[in-house]
C-alpha cells in the first residue's frame, strides 16, 4: 500500500505519537509583584515535572493518544520520579540516564507571562538513541532544543533521519526566540530543510524571526502552523494561506505549557486525521484550557467544544 505523504503510518484508530527531548524539573516562581533587586521578593514557588518534550507527551496521553517519550534523565531521585510521574499519567518512557537531571526555572508575573532560566546539563551529553525506540510510532514530534549544541543536534538529526527513513512523519516546535537566536537563524533554517517537517510549530514572534509569515511559502508536503496569541492561526502550505481562529480566554492564569499543549492537540488529531484547520481547532481548545489554570498539566481530557 503506497503511504499518503504526512498521513499516519499505520490504520490503528488511536494513533501513537513520539515525542523527543527534554524531560526535567521546573521550578516555577510566581512572583508577587515587581522583583526587588538585591532584597527579597515575596513568591510562591513550585516544583513540577516539566520540559517541552514531556509536556507535549504528557499531553497527548491527556488527549486519549498513544504516547512515548524519547529522552535522557539524571539517574537519581528526581529522574526517578520524573520518569515514574510520567509513566503513571499514560506515557510510555524510553530514558537514557546521567548524573543528574536536569531543572528550569520559570518565573511568572502578575501577567502570566514567563521567563525561563534552563540548565541542560544532562540533556546535551545525549548520545544516540535506540533505533528500536521507534517501533510501532506513527509520528514523531522534536521541540527544536533537542537540537541546541552540536552533540545534541547530531543525536536527534540521527533520529529523524531515521524515522523518515521508516516513513515516520515528523513535527517540529521551534520553541523559544532566544533558542534561534543562540543558534543562529541561518543554522535553524538549514538544520530544517534538512530534515523537512511535514508541520513545523512556531509563535508569531518566532515566526517573524524565521520570516514564515511572508517571502518565501513552506516546501511541498510541509504545513507551517503560526500561532499569534489571541489573533487566529495561520497556516501555510505551498499552495495555499488560511486563518483559523481561535477560542477566547477570559482570564489568562499561566502561560507555561500553551504552546506544548497546543502542539499535542494538534497532532492527536492530525495523526489520526491529516485536516491542518480541524487539527489547528483542536490545539488551541487544549492551549486555551491550559491558559486558564496554573501549571503547564491539563488534570484531565480537554473538550474540543
Known amino acids: ?6 498521513a499516519p503510518t499505520s490504520t490503528a484508530s488511536v494513533p501513537t505519537v513520539g515525542v523527543a527531548g527534554d524531560l526535567v524539573e521546573d521550578v516555577i516562581v510566581w512572583l508577587g509583584g515587581e522583583v526587588a533587586y538585591g532584597t527579597d521578593t515575596p513568591s510562591q514557588i513550585f ?16 488527549h486519549d493518544c498513544g504516547s512515548r517519550l524519547i529522552t535522557r534523565v539524571g539517574s537519581d531521585a528526581v529522574g526517578d520520579g520524573l520518569v515514574r510521574d510520567l509513566a503513571d499519567s499514560g506515557v510510555d518512557v524510553r530514558a537514557q540516564r546521567g548524573e543528574r537531571s536536569d531543572t528550569i526555572v520559570i518565573l511568572i508575573d502578575a501577567s502570566g507571562e514567563r521567563t525561563m532560566m534552563p540548565d541542560r546539563s544532562t540533556a546535551r551529553a545525549v548520545t544516540p538513541f535506540d533505533p528500536l525506540w521507534l517501533d510501532g510510532l506513527d509520528w514523531l514530534h522534536v521541540p527544536l532544543y533537542g537540537f541546541d549544541s552540536t552533540r545534541e543536534s547530531a543525536v536527534f538529526e540521527r533520529l529523524c533521519a531515521q524515522a523518515t527513513a521508516r516513513g515516520i512523519p515528523l513535527s517540529v516546535d521551534v520553541s523559544s526566540v532566544g533558542l534561534i537566536r543562540g543558534m543562529g537563524r541561518g543554522r535553524v533554517l538549514d538544520l530544517l530543510r534538512r ?16 520570516g514564515l509569515e511572508g517571502g518565501s511559502a513552506p516546501p511541498r508536503a510541509c504545513t507551517w502552523v503560526v500561532k499569534r496569541g489571541g489573533d487566529p492561526i495561520l497556516l501555510r502550505t505551498a499552495s495555499a494561506t488560511r486563518e483559523v481562529p481561535v477560542p477566547r480566554v477570559p482570564e489568562i492564569i499561566d502561560t507555561t505549557g500553551a504552546g506544548d499543549h497546543f502542539a499535542a492537540g494538534f497532532l492527536a488529531a492530525y ?33 474540543a467544544g
Open 1 to 6: 500500500m503506497t503511504q499518503h505523504p504526512g
Open 47 to 62: 516544583r513540577v515535572r516539566g520540559g517541552s518534550a514531556a509536556n507535549v507527551a504528557h499531553a497527548l496521553a491527556v
Open 195 to 210: 530534515i523537512a517537517p511535514t508541520v513545523l510549530f512556531a509563535n508569531a514572534e518566532e515566526a517573524e524571526v524565521l
Open 271 to 303: 495523526a489520526r486525521d491529516p485536516d491542518p484547520v480541524a487539527a489547528a481547532l483542536a490545539g488551541s481548545h487544549a492551549a486555551a484550557h491550559i491558559l486558564a489554570i496554573p501549571g503547564a498539566h491539563a488534570p484531565g481530557p480537554v473538550s
